[in-house]
């Protein structure tokens, strides 16, 4: 009677075992990226060159990009849309009365696994950038992008830009 019960223990645990891997084996579908800096107002905190330069030609080298800024430029700000839109914004001070307040100079998308915010320039579509997100929190977006389009020595010139939410 013991090796009829047994067999019959053996029997149930033997077919509960596949049933308890199948439920670890489902397909579990991952949550969408949540993308924290979409439809947000951003504007230049910091913004340093990676490498200093002598971008002013007065014989000392600049990091500090802000330095090079007008007033007018300081209330300017970007969006990047939920549609894929990269915004600009002149803010209310406008270095330039013809120039617009808002434009739309590119596309934008985000790959969450290598953190980079690939820019497609608007109309031609051809790549513009890659801005490597170093930091991101509700308030705070910090990226690495070349300072000029990607074409022999300007491809060096990179620099740091510290966004803050307003």
């Known amino acids: 009677m013991k090796f009829y019960t047994h067999i019959a223990l053996f029997s149930l645990l033997a077919a509960a075992s596949p049933a308890c891997k199948d439920d670890d084996k489902k397909d579990v579908t991952p949550e969408p990226v949540k993308i924290t800096f979409t439809d947000k107002k951003w504007k230049t905190e910091t913004w340093d060159l990676v490498k200093p330069l ?22 300017d700000f970007i969006v990047f849309q939920k549609d894929g839109k990269f915004i600009t914004n002149t803010g209310s001070k406008r270095c330039n009365a013809n120039e617009e307040q808002e434009s739309y100079t590119a596309n934008w998308a985000y790959d969450e696994a290598a953190k980079i915010i690939k820019m497609k320039s608007v109309p031609s579509g051809l790549e513009k950038d890659d801005w490597e997100v170093l930091e991101l929190t509700e308030t705070t977006l910090k990226v690495r992008f070349n300072l000029l389009p990607e074409d022999g020595e300007s491809a060096a010139i990179k620099s740091v830009m510290t966004l803050k939410k307003m």
């Open 54 to 75: 002598d971008l002013d030609e007065d014989g000392d080298k600049e990091t500090d990009l802000m330095q090079l800024l007008i007033e007018c430029d300081f209330d």
